[in-house]
C-alpha cells in the first residue's frame, strides 16, 4: 500500500521531534561506557558502548553460546560502517542516540536513566517494546539495530557451527572486511 503525502509528513514530523528529544535527553545522563578492544573508525566510544550494551539485550544467548563481546562484534559493526555513505551512518548514529536518551526513555517507555545504565532485564524489555511498538518507526528502528548486531554474529564459524549453519561461501568470506 503506498504511502500519501499526509502520512509521510506524519512520520517526518514525529521522526524529526523522536530525534530531536534524543539529541536533547543524552546530555541529561551519562552512558555507561565500554572500553573498545581496538581503535574504532566510525563510531563514538559513547556509539560504541551504547552498540554493546544492544547487543548484550538481543544477543542473550543460553550457556555455551560465544560472548558477542569476545568476538568483536561491535568492532566489527565498526569497521562494517566505514565505507557505508555518512547519511546512513548519521541515521545509525541518531539511532543510538534516541535508543540511549534518559529523556526520550521518560517519554517512550517511562524509565529515567540512559538504556545503557539498565539492567540487563531492563534493557531486553526495552528492547522487545520496540520490536513490537505501534509505531513504525520503532519497529523499523529495531529491526536496523538487530541486523547490525545479528548478522556478524551468526555469520562467525563458532556460531554458525551451533546452529548447524554451513557459513557463507569461502569466495565471500574472503571479500569480508574483518576488525
Not at 552512558?31 to 542473550?60: C, G, N
Not at 535508543?99 to 517519554?107: D, K, R
Not at 511498538?133 to 529491526?143: C, S
Amino acid at each position: 500500500m503506498p504511502i500519501d503525502r499526509r502520512t509521510l509528513l506524519k512520520y517526518g514530523l514525529f521522526g524529526t521531534a523522536v530525534l530531536t528529544v534524543g539529541g536533547i535527553g543524552l546530555t541529561l545522563r551519562p552512558t555507561a561506557m565500554v572500553t573498545p578492544r581496538s581503535p574504532l573508525k566510525v563510531l563514538t566510544e559513547q556509539e560504541y558502548s551504547i552498540f554493546v550494551a544492544f547487543a548484550d539485550a538481543v544477543l542473550t544467548g543460553e550457556e555455551g553460546w560465544p560472548d558477542h563481546r569476545a568476538l568483536g562484534i561491535v568492532e566489527e559493526i565498526d569497521a562494517g560502517l566505514e565505507p557505508m555513505h555518512p547519511g546512513i551512518i548519521g541515521e545509525v548514529k541518531a539511532l543510538l542516540g534516541v535508543l540511549e536518551s534518559a529523556l526520550a526513555g521518560v517519554v517512550l517507555d517511562a524509565r529515567v536513566s540512559t538504556f545503557s545504565a539498565c539492567s540487563l532485564e531492563k534493557r531486553c524489555a526495552i528492547v522487545e517494546s520496540w520490536r513490537t511498538a505501534r509505531t513504525e518507526v520503532f519497529r523499523i528502528g529495531f529491526l536496523a539495530l538487530q541486523g547490525f548486531v545479528v548478522a556478524p554474529y551468526y555469520n562467525r564459524p563458532e556460531v554458525a557451527a551451533k546452529i548447524g549453519y554451513p557459513g557463507m561461501p569461502a569466495w565471500i568470506h574472503e571479500r569480508r572486511v574483518m576488525p
